[in-house]
């Protein structure tokens, strides 16, 4: 009984070990933060267009505009065509 008692409690530490030593989960390429950067910039489209949609001095397609300037702006090419990232040369 003492032996699984001991087990236990040495897979709980581990357990909790394990827990701990896990860090904040950041974007480990550049393409997972171009993907982020996406999603805050849509994030925040909606945000203004239900901002605009609340109140009564717009219509619906004002609040659509309004929306896609939000996420264009959020755009670093204005807009343009995304193209693939260059390709780094080897050494």
Do not use: H, I, W
Request: charged share 40%.
């Amino acid at each position: 009984m003492r032996k699984t008692f001991m087990r236990k409690g040495a897979a709980a530490v581990f357990a909790a070990l394990m827990l701990l030593s896990v860090g904040s989960a950041y974007a480990q390429t550049k393409g997972m933060d171009r993907r982020d950067e996406k999603r805050d910039d849509r994030e925040g489209a909606r945000d203004a267009k239900q901002a605009c949609k609340a109140g009564d001095e717009n219509t619906r397609a004002e609040c659509r505009q309004e929306k896609r300037d939000v996420k264009q702006e959020g755009r670093r090419d204005g807009g343009a065509p995304n193209t693939p990232p260059a390709a780094t040369p080897k050494q």
